[in-house]
């Protein structure tokens, strides 16, 4: 949908991109990050062996609508410690 969406839009100079967020530590996952057994058995799997900040999201979105990322669309950005690499 987002490179669809980035064709379609892209001639208006309208840049279309979605963020796609592994573990950040929300009040929604709290419980989870405040586990110690959880934490042992999924910090592994994460390359940078550790869970996201909702800062780590807001400064994608950040970029994202700044100028340094003027010539970036149809993309999804991977925001996940590199879990899924």
Not at 30 to 53: H, M, N, W
Request: some cysteine.
């Amino acid at each position: 949908m987002v490179k669809t969406l980035a064709r379609m839009i892209g001639p208006q100079k309208v840049r279309i991109n979605s963020i796609l967020p592994g573990m950040v530590e929300t009040e929604m996952t709290q419980d989870y990050v405040k586990d110690p057994a959880f934490l042992e058995q999924f910090i592994p799997t994460i390359a940078l062996r550790d869970s996201g900040k909702v800062e780590d999201i807001g400064n994608t979105v950040l970029f994202l609508v700044s100028d340094a990322s003027r010539y970036i669309t149809g993309q999804d950005i991977v925001v996940d410690g590199g879990m899924t690499c």
